[in-house]
């Protein structure tokens, strides 16, 4: 269990004690030349290191998307807790309130632990025996996109546009596509999902992948005839990700522009991989953040229309 209460909340120092044996487990690593072995120094800053083989001084959020941050370090791991614990995601409204911290502060501290999020997505998923689940949704409204006049009124042609995979029983990529056909899905579905796996998708994507066949298996429902699930044929995972996606993105980041659509994704990519169900509570989850913050670039501006 772990609350706010615990000391690496409440004091800079306790939480700089808890990211160094996190990240380094008592042997200083340096960030400008990879060695371990350093000097403590002594008389100056708390935390301050001097590495035996570059000879340059290090503390342990050089090289993190915590550096050369006035709020106090305390206050990073909080906002990376209720980061991590909160399933529908927080609004920099609220990490403002709860923190102490101006709204400018708490929308860049959001964006950067939505960076120490990002994960290695290089390798293909799945693999024989495995099953990934494919499917996309539609949510908001993409403000450079017209409306098409269309009979019911409903299109999504103006929306975000979301593709998924999910591997049963493992991870979860999202990738925020600008259209919804086998031009912008294909390579996507080629890159990340190896040759070998089952895939299941709804019909949509069956004529997105019908020619040539691109997996050893694929197998898909009919949503349009109400039908979700023919025995294991279903992509009740995925629909369950989109579920709280979409709840997150309607009720708390209300107004996320197209720019940063997909660093929202990562959140909630992130907090489905390292979900309860495979052995993650909310303090292990903020960890693998911590874990995640180093030699990460960031290169976007500031919050000019955010209101997330
Ligand atoms: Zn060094």
Not at 45 to 62: A, E, F, I, M, P
Not at 123 to 142: A, C, H, I, L, Y
Not at 243 to 251: A, C, D, L, T, V
């Amino acid at each position: 269990m772990c609350d706010l209460t615990k000391p690496h909340f409440q004091s800079a120092d306790k939480a700089r004690e808890y990211l160094e044996e996190l990240r380094w487990n008592g042997n200083p690593v340096c960030p400008h030349c990879g060695d371990s072995g350093a000097y403590a120094i002594s008389g100056g800053r708390k935390g301050l290191y001097k590495c035996k083989s570059c000879r340059k001084q290090y503390t342990v959020t050089v090289g993190t998307v915590f550096e050369n941050s006035r709020v106090p370090l305390n206050k990073w791991l909080m906002a990376t807790y209720l980061m991590a614990s909160s399933k529908k995601g927080i609004s920099a409204k609220q990490l403002e309130r709860t923190l102490g911290v101006t709204y400018k502060t708490a929308w860049f501290m959001s964006h950067r632990i939505r960076e120490a999020m990002k994960e290695d997505t290089s390798g293909p998923m799945g693999g024989e025996g495995k099953t990934v689940e494919v499917d996309e949704t539609f949510f908001g409204r993409d403000k450079t996109i017209k409306p098409k006049r269309t009979k019911k009124g409903r299109g999504y042609h103006h929306k975000y546009k979301v593709l998924s995979l999910v591997e049963r029983e493992g991870k979860v990529r999202s990738r925020h596509v600008p259209a919804v056909n086998a031009n912008t899905l294909r390579p996507i579905l080629d890159e990340q999902i190896d040759k070998a796996t089952q895939v299941y998708t709804d019909e949509a994507a069956q004529y997105t992948m019908a020619k040539p066949a691109m997996f050893a298996k694929h197998d898909y429902v009919s949503h349009s005839k109400y039908e979700f699930c023919r025995g294991d044929v279903n992509t009740n995972m995925i629909e369950g990700f989109f579920s709280i996606f979409k709840r997150g993105m309607n009720g708390v980041y209300q107004h996320c522009s197209k720019e940063h659509l997909q660093r929202y994704l990562v959140e909630f990519d992130f907090r489905y991989n390292y979900r309860e169900k495979l052995g993650y509570d909310d303090p292990e989850r903020a960890n693998m953040i911590l874990k995640g913050i180093q030699g990460k670039r960031l290169t976007y501006k500031g919050p000019v229309q955010a209101q997330a």
